[in-house]
């Protein structure tokens, strides 16, 4: 069994793909087994060897015990016996699946693939794609035949950004085999390092849909409180967030919140499930309004917000904005379709002059995606409106003196895109999603 080498270290792991996922995934198996970690960005790989995340989502404690050597040398990989594949799986620009990451890393593994090996894919793709995209590169690269010769495994990750409570260790972990035998010792080797346990899913298929249907059924939700939020907006005198508090006092009430949905997992996975969908002949409706509705967001807000300012008799070509957080989400550094981007074009389409300071964000990567500089501090007395758009911690706990001083006039636009500073509307020409 492939499980009794690896704890006796006469077998290596290894990780292919050091992103989010896989970094995490590759130093606890190393507190465990003897581990490879693959990366084709031999960038990236010089700073692992140096003890250093470049995700930023680890300190260099992390690498402490971990018995891993760094490689961007597909060579290495032929020493390794238990693949994990943890490489990305974007959308092009017609949010379709761009597979060629997991393709080519399954190429990778497939010139290194041995009799008795095993590889488990850990990117999300939509169900179907393990078996029937990657399994024969796989095959056809090593001349190997799967569950006769090597063994395939699925086992999604669902890690959170930025989520220091729910890790590797304590979310439950799911795991399919291509059969009976194999899924046995995936789930074993799985239990080394995830504590709260693997559940063993009846087929890879089943596997791969949970994971796409995790965030599918997120993405509709915040759409349908998104849509809500629009409709509450239009009646008037609603708060959004009071309406949830209140509604939320019911025990079977789900609590989503309005909001941008960004980054690559929310606002990318369900456009996968669409696409598989619509290969068998059925068009996702459901799923497909959630989309729409949720990629619509950014560009509403930046237009309420222009609306709001133009109600105070101002000219918008003279206006400033200061927008507040660039990231995807809260607490991380990440920056990657961040729909803030979405808001500052609307604004910037009106020739709003908008400015953005985030704590977290580098202002060279967003410079080199979007174009945009972020400012390292707020110009005082300077500002039309405010958008606070991510709810990072450093802006929890800020009082009405604290935005007042960057007003130029007490007509400023407080927009409080998650409602985090609802008992300050007395204070401002307030506005919440
Ligand atoms: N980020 C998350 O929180 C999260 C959570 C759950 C699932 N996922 C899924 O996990 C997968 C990985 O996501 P991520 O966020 O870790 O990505 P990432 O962009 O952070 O990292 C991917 C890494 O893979 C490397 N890579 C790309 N192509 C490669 C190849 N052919 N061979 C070897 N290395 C290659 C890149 O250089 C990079 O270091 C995706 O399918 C994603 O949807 C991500």
């Given at each position: 069994m492939i499980y009794d080498k690896l704890i006796k270290k006469e077998a290596t792991l290894a990780v292919v793909g050091l992103g989010y996922v896989g970094l995490p995934i590759a130093?606890?198996?190393?507190?465990?087994?003897?581990?490879?970690?693959?990366?084709?960005?031999?960038?990236?790989?010089?700073?692992?060897?140096?003890?250093?995340?470049?995700?930023?989502?680890?300190?260099?404690?992390?690498?402490?015990?971990?018995?891993?050597?760094?490689?961007?040398?597909?060579?290495?990989?032929?020493?390794?016996?238990?693949?994990?594949?943890?490489?990305?799986?974007?959308?092009?620009?017609?949010?379709?699946?761009?597979?060629?990451?997991?393709?080519?890393?399954?190429?990778?593994?497939?010139?290194?693939?041995?009799?008795?090996?095993?590889?488990?894919?850990?990117?999300?793709?939509?169900?179907?794609?393990?078996?029937?995209?990657?399994?024969?590169?796989?095959?056809?690269?090593?001349?190997?035949?799967?569950?006769?010769?090597?063994?395939?495994?699925?086992?999604?990750?669902?890690?959170?950004?930025?989520?220091?409570?729910?890790?590797?260790?304590?979310?439950?972990?799911?795991?399919?085999?291509?059969?009976?035998?194999?899924?046995?010792?995936?789930?074993?080797?799985?239990?080394?390092?995830?504590?709260?346990?693997?559940?063993?899913?009846?087929?890879?298929?089943?596997?791969?849909?949970?994971?796409?249907?995790?965030?599918?059924?997120?993405?509709?939700?915040?759409?349908?409180?998104?849509?809500?939020?629009?409709?509450?907006?239009?009646?008037?005198?609603?708060?959004?967030?009071?309406?949830?508090?209140?509604?939320?006092?019911?025990?079977?009430?789900?609590?989503?919140?309005?909001?941008?949905?960004?980054?690559?997992?929310?606002?990318?996975?369900?456009?996968?499930?669409?696409?598989?969908?619509?290969?068998?002949?059925?068009?996702?409706?459901v799923i497909n309004s959630g989309r729409y509705v949720n990629d619509s967001m950014g560009f509403y807000v930046g237009k309420q917000t222009v609306k709001k300012i133009l109600s105070e008799r101002k000219n918008i070509q003279d206006s400033r904005v200061l927008v507040m957080g660039a990231t995807f989400k809260e607490n991380v550094s990440d920056i990657r379709n961040t729909k803030v981007i979405n808001v500052i074009r609307e604004l910037e389409s009106f020739s709003v002059n908008v400015d953005v300071i985030d704590p977290w964000a580098s202002s060279e990567d967003f410079m080199e995606e979007y174009g945009i500089g972020i400012k390292a501090e707020a110009d005082e007395n300077a500002y039309d409106a405010i958008i606070v758009a991510v709810n990072h911690k450093e802006y929890i706990g800020w009082q009405a003196a604290d935005f007042k001083k960057y007003f130029n006039d007490d007509k400023g636009v407080f927009v409080d895109l998650k409602g985090i500073y609802r008992n300050m509307k007395e204070e401002f020409n307030y506005w919440s999603l």
């Open positions: 130093l606890e198996f190393a507190r465990k087994v003897k581990v490879l970690g693959f990366d084709i960005n031999a960038e990236r790989v010089e700073m692992m060897k140096n003890n250093e995340d470049p995700s930023q989502e680890l300190d260099s404690s992390a690498f402490d015990g971990c018995d891993i050597e760094f490689s961007a040398d597909p060579e290495d990989l032929k020493k390794a016996n238990f693949f994990v594949i943890a490489v990305p799986t974007p959308i092009n620009e017609n949010n379709l699946p761009d597979l060629r990451p997991v393709l080519s890393a399954s190429k990778t593994v497939g010139n290194a693939l041995k009799k008795g090996d095993y590889v488990v894919y850990e990117s999300t793709v939509y169900p179907g794609c393990t078996e029937e995209d990657c399994v024969p590169v796989l095959e056809e690269l090593s001349g190997l035949k799967m569950t006769d010769d090597f063994m395939v495994g699925y086992s999604p990750e669902r890690i959170n950004p930025g989520d220091k409570v729910n890790t590797i260790r304590t979310i439950v972990k799911v795991a399919a085999g291509c059969c009976d035998e194999s899924l046995e010792d995936i789930a074993k080797t799985y239990e080394l390092v995830v504590d709260a346990g693997v559940h063993r899913a009846s087929s890879i298929k089943v596997a791969e849909a949970s994971k796409i249907i995790e965030n599918t059924q997120r993405d509709v939700n915040i759409a349908l409180i998104n849509e809500l939020s629009i409709i509450f907006d239009k009646v008037g005198d609603i708060n959004t967030y009071e309406v949830l508090e209140a509604a939320g006092t019911k025990w079977n009430f789900l609590k989503f919140s309005p909001g941008l949905v960004g980054g690559h997992c929310i606002g990318v996975d369900p456009y996968y499930l669409v696409h598989k969908a619509k290969k068998h002949g059925y068009h996702a409706k």
